[in-house]
C-alpha cells in the first residue's frame, strides 16, 4: 500500500527543528531578529521577550511569546522567569536555543544545561571591551559563545565570526 506523504505547510513547519530565540527588549531584541530572520524558512522560530510590545506585533507566521522581565537586579523575577521558561521548553521542544543577551537567555542556557538543547549565545555587539556580565556567565555553559568584537575572541571559548551589524 502507497501511503502519500502530508506536505501541507502546516505539517512541514511541525516537523521543522525549532528554535528558541531569547532576548531582552532594545537592542539584544534587534540583534535577535537580524540573526534569526534569514533562518524563518529552515527552522520554527519560537521568539521570546520579556518586552510586551513586540508580542503585538501583527506578523502571523511569527511565534512572540511574552516573559517576565527580570535581570540581576531584580532577583527574586527570576524564579518566575525560569518556570515560564521550563513550561515553554515543555510545550515547545525547542532543539537549539539562541540568545544576543542578558537575562532571560542566561537563564534559559542555565536551564538548557540539563537537557539536550544546543544552546548559542551571541554577546552583545555593545559590549566592546569585555563579554557582557550574563556572556560571562554562561561561557562555561553555552555549546558555542560568539562575540561581536575580534580582540574578546580567545579562539577556544568565545569565537569570532564577524559582526551582524
Same mark, same amino acid.
Given at each position: 500500500?502507497?501511503?502519500s ?6 505539517h !512541514?513547519? +511541525? ?7 531569547? $532576548?531582552?527588549?532594545g537592542? +539584544?531584541?534587534?540583534?535577535l ?18 518586552g ?7 506578523? =502571523? =507566521? *511569527?511565534?512572540? %511569546?511574552?516573559? #517576565?522581565?527580570?535581570? $540581576? ?9 525560569a ?9 515547545h521542544?525547542?532543539? $537549539? ?9 542566561? !537563564? ?15 554577546? =552583545? ?5 569585555c563579554?557582557?556580565?550574563?556572556? *560571562?556567565?554562561?561561557?562555561? +555553559?553555552?555549546d %558555542?559563545?560568539? #562575540?561581536?568584537?575580534e580582540?574578546?575572541?580567545d ?9 551582524i551589524?
Amino acid at each position: 500500500m502507497n501511503k502519500s506523504r502530508n506536505t501541507s505547510p502546516e505539517h !512541514i513547519k +511541525h516537523n521543522k527543528n525549532k528554535i528558541l530565540a531569547i $532576548a531582552s527588549p532594545g537592542g +539584544h531584541w534587534i540583534q535577535l531578529n537580524k540573526i534569526c530572520k534569514p533562518l524563518e524558512d529552515r527552522f520554527e522560530i519560537i521568539y521570546v521577550t520579556p518586552g510586551s510590545q513586540y508580542a503585538s506585533e501583527k506578523q =502571523s =507566521s *511569527r511565534t512572540i %511569546l511574552n516573559i #517576565t522581565d527580570a535581570s $540581576a537586579d531584580s532577583k527574586l523575577k527570576l524564579i518566575p522567569l525560569a518556570l515560564q521558561l521550563i513550561g515553554i521548553f515543555i510545550k515547545h521542544r525547542p532543539t $537549539a536555543i539562541v540568545s544576543t543577551g542578558a537575562a532571560p537567555g542566561a !537563564i534559559a542556557f542555565l536551564l538548557a544545561k540539563y537537557l539536550p538543547i544546543k544552546t548559542i549565545w551571541v554577546d =552583545s555587539i555593545a559590549n566592546v571591551s569585555c563579554l557582557s556580565r550574563s556572556g *560571562r556567565m554562561i561561557k562555561n +555553559h553555552a555549546d %558555542l559563545v560568539l #562575540t561581536q568584537w575580534e580582540p574578546l575572541s580567545d579562539g577556544e571559548q568565545v569565537i569570532y565570526k564577524g559582526s551582524i551589524l
